[in-house]
């Protein structure tokens, strides 16, 4: 029934023009060819679009056909003879049908689905549409532009794989599609790539933009998510990894130069740039575009034989700060991690201590290790939590000592968690250990240039008041560097300026006494409280839970018996610090006093 109302339309509207199609034949033209292919008769179909009596309708109305084709090989997948004759319907269509019709058509096809077959469709469609856009020879940039934007809406829809069990698998097709992709653009860009001057051609000027376009977001999506490391030796599909290598490629092929890409924003900032708009240029190199890429060179290496080896370590740092910025200040793992990455590569190409002190002057030095230390104190996952501190740590290895120095205060003064800044502070104990050895010859961690330094770390956030516990780490590591710096230094050599007033000491120490004896009071006055209260629960045999606060934080509800152990933990804490301090005195009458005599003991010599 339905292959006799078919050809009844065709034979209706044979030698008429297009112009009197009426919607009505539209409509019956495609509704009796979707039921030939629900029917099996999809090799019947074929014969009819195949003859050439019927070659004039087909190229009016043949465009109506993708959709039930598309949908009759999504419904019978596993048919692969029924798959191979829908493929050639296709082909027949694109054959002889209007480009612009069909391009709306297979566009139509590509955007409308969803789900699971997405990447069927795409895959299924990507050559016809190639087919299509080539028929259209030099007026097809705006059509190229509409395409490549649809795909990658579609391609941004597709999970991308985390981990080398999902990259193999590929469930969701992702890898297959890019590779396909890959393909699809290969003709755009050799058409580019073969024209010699854009002035003349505009034409393949705009179609280089469209790709650029195009590119720039593949960076993004999914190359900036994906996983790039090669994979496990014995496998040899690494799709995603091989994507990765044709983009660039074909970033260099359209006219693109990876070197100037990657310092674009270096650029802009001196204003190397003068006669392009700067929200433009932002739009057409986005910075996570740009960082991608940046990932994908110098951590990756995959097409660094395209990048000139004539820049120092230092200068690629300074260009990728911008794109490290950018990463690590992301939530997502994948992201994040690449940024730290990226970070990790550029630090260790330079040998410590040889970083100058002016490179503090540049954007994003002090910012980066900023970012680091949100992630070092914010980050759920541990690893990456570890995997900041070292790099914290590398960062700060390759200043010199005046770098170092002025590092360290930044830090200190920006920096409001108590355990990085008694990481700042352990540092800084080191580079004075470092100072005070023989031949050192560093200014900066002793003399008189380190007071300055040393005022910064002994002092209290709020005097007397201030929170012991929740400041621990930092007043800990100030005793500690106090007590080194005390032992260490001796009065009459008075190699860190430590001896020189001892009165900004007295400030540091004795609102600390203050706060000790307060905090110590108020803990023992709470565990008497709670050990009352447990001997009136205890006579009822009744207990209950509630919270406590520590530290300017609410703890979980605990019972009393967890109560007190918290408690007396933070009475520890203070006999500690307490006994440190007690010891720094201590050290300090004993120095002084055998300075005075070693005084006196010179002047009776006289």
Avoid at 575 to 603: C, F, H, P, W, Y
Wanted: hydrophobic letters at 40%.
């Amino acid at each position: 029934m339905a292959l006799e109302e078919l050809q009844g339309v065709i034979e209706r509207c044979q030698g008429l023009p297009e112009t009197e199609f009426k919607e009505e034949d539209h409509n019956i033209f495609q509704s009796a060819a979707r039921q030939c292919l629900e029917d099996g008769h999809a090799a019947e179909l074929l014969k009819i679009l195949q003859d050439k009596q019927n070659e004039d309708f087909v190229i009016c109305m043949g465009w109506n056909l993708l959709g039930p084709v598309v949908n009759c090989i999504l419904r019978n997948e596993q048919q692969i003879e029924n798959m191979e004759i829908c493929s050639k319907i296709i082909d027949r269509v694109i054959e002889i049908s209007n480009p612009k019709e069909l391009l709306l058509g297979l566009l139509e096809q590509i955007e409308d689905v969803f789900d699971n077959n997405i990447s069927k469709v795409i895959l299924l469609l990507l050559q016809p549409l190639q087919a299509v856009l080539l028929k259209m020879k030099h007026k097809k940039t705006y059509s190229v532009g509409l395409c490549l934007a649809t795909i990658q809406r579609q391609l941004s829809k597709l999970p991308v794989p985390i981990n080398d069990e999902q990259r193999m698998q590929d469930e969701h097709e992702l890898c297959k599609c890019c590779m396909a992709v890959s393909s699809f653009v290969k003709p755009f860009v050799d058409e580019v790539s073969q024209t010699t001057n854009f002035k003349r051609n505009p034409s393949y000027n705009e179609l280089k933009e469209e790709l650029l376009k195009f590119f720039m977001k593949i960076l993004e999506y999914p190359l900036l998510t994906a996983q790039l490391q090669p994979l496990t030796k014995g496998i040899e599909d690494n799709s995603l990894r091989d994507f990765a290598a044709e983009i660039v490629v074909y970033l260099v092929a359209i006219g693109e130069s990876l070197p100037v890409l990657i310092v674009h924003p270096l650029l802009q900032s001196r204003k190397k740039l003068p006669e392009i708009d700067t929200l433009q240029e932002d739009i057409k190199y986005p910075t996570n575009s740009l960082a991608s890429l940046a990932y994908i060179l110098f951590v990756q290496h995959i097409g660094i034989a395209q990048f000139p080896a004539v820049y120092s370590p230092r200068y690629l740092l300074q260009v990728n700060l911008e794109y490290i910025s950018a990463l690590i200040s992301k939530t997502e793992e994948s992201m994040l991690s690449k940024g730290m990455e990226l970070y990790e590569h550029c630090l260790l190409a330079i040998e410590d201590n040889t970083l100058p002190h002016n490179y503090l002057e540049i954007k994003n030095i002090l910012g980066v290790p900023q970012e680091l230390v949100k992630v070092m104190t914010l980050c759920p996952f541990e690893h990456m939590r570890k995997w900041s501190l070292k790099i914290f740590q590398q960062n700060i290895d390759k200043f010199d000592s005046e770098g170092k120095y002025k590092l360290f205060r930044c830090l200190l003064k920006t920096t409001h968690h108590a355990g990085v800044q008694g990481y700042i502070i352990q540092n800084i104990k080191n580079q004075i250990d470092l100072a005070l050895k023989v031949s050192n010859g560093n200014m900066w961690f002793s003399g008189q240039q380190l007071v300055p330094l040393l005022h910064l770390v002994l002092s209290l956030p709020e005097g007397a008041e201030t929170d012991l516990l929740q400041n621990t780490d930092r007043i800990m590591e100030s005793l500690n560097l106090l007590r080194y710096l005390v032992i260490r230094d001796n009065e009459w050599e008075n190699q860190t300026g430590l001896w020189t007033d001892l009165f900004w000491i007295e400030k540091f120490l004795k609102p600390l006494r203050t706060g000790l004896n307060m905090s110590k009071a108020h803990y023992e006055a709470e565990i008497r409280n709670k050990k009352d209260n447990r001997k009136i629960k205890d006579a009822s045999n009744h207990e209950t839970r509630c919270s406590l606060t520590v530290g300017g934080k609410t703890l979980p509800k605990m019972t009393n018996a967890m109560q007190l152990e918290v408690l007396q933990s933070a009475i520890y804490t203070f006999d500690v610090m307490e006994s440190i301090q007690a010891r720094i005195e201590e050290l300090m009458e004993l120095k002084m006093k055998s300075g005075t005599e070693t005084k006196n003991v010179n002047s009776s010599a006289f």
